[in-house]
């Protein structure tokens, strides 16, 4: 026969087994104040898993050309500089416009807020992004960066099909530094 004692200790077990697992499944169902771009890569990238890439890259006009499968991790190292774009940050809520212009999902660096993303432009085809651009800027009085990547999709494949990424680097003293990176994945 169960005492009191054991009843209570039975039901306060049961209702800290649902809450634990109730709060988790509301971080999951969570909306984000932006475009998932995080999100949307891992789920893109591990699509990529193993499949080779025709790279050229140029650094301050000299140019070498690669070709190479990449692991998910170095496909990840790839798309660093849209990894750091991503905007949903408690820090940055209220930050960003969002906007839609036609087939366009656009959010804009208010001008009174800070950040280094000035924008985020993804293109939708079929309700799925087709392409997404990011622009970023840094400065400070020793240093300024800014980059500009992009990514298509394609369509009949469902995969990222090519990408660019285009930074200027200057820090203070030295001579500026300009990289441009574009894969045609295979």
């Known amino acids: 026969m169960m005492t009191l004692k054991n009843y209570l200790l039975f039901g306060l077990l049961i209702w800290a087994a649902f809450s634990c697992t109730s709060g988790q499944a509301d971080k999951k169902m969570e909306k984000l104040p932006y475009f998932n771009l995080s999100g949307f890569l891992d789920l893109e990238l591990a699509k990529l898993d ?65 950040g280094k993303v000035k924008e985020i432009k993804i293109k939708y085809l079929k309700e799925y992004p087709n392409s997404i651009s990011v622009r970023m800027t840094e400065k400070n009085l020793f240093f300024s960066s800014s980059t500009l990547a992009e990514f298509y999709m394609n369509l009949a494949t469902e995969k990222i099909d090519h990408y660019s990424i285009e930074t200027s680097q200057k820090v203070w003293f030295l001579e500026p530094t300009h990289i441009k990176i574009s894969g045609a994945v295979k």
């Open 50 to 114: 193993g499949t080779k890439v025709t790279k050229i890259s140029e650094v301050n006009g000299e140019e070498s050309n690669s070709e190479k499968a990449y692991s998910l991790q170095e496909w990840k190292e790839e798309f660093e500089a849209f990894y750091s774009a991503d905007i949903n940050s408690p820090a940055l809520a209220a930050s960003y416009s969002t906007e839609t212009e036609g087939e366009y999902l656009i959010h804009r660096l208010l001008p009174e807020a800070k």
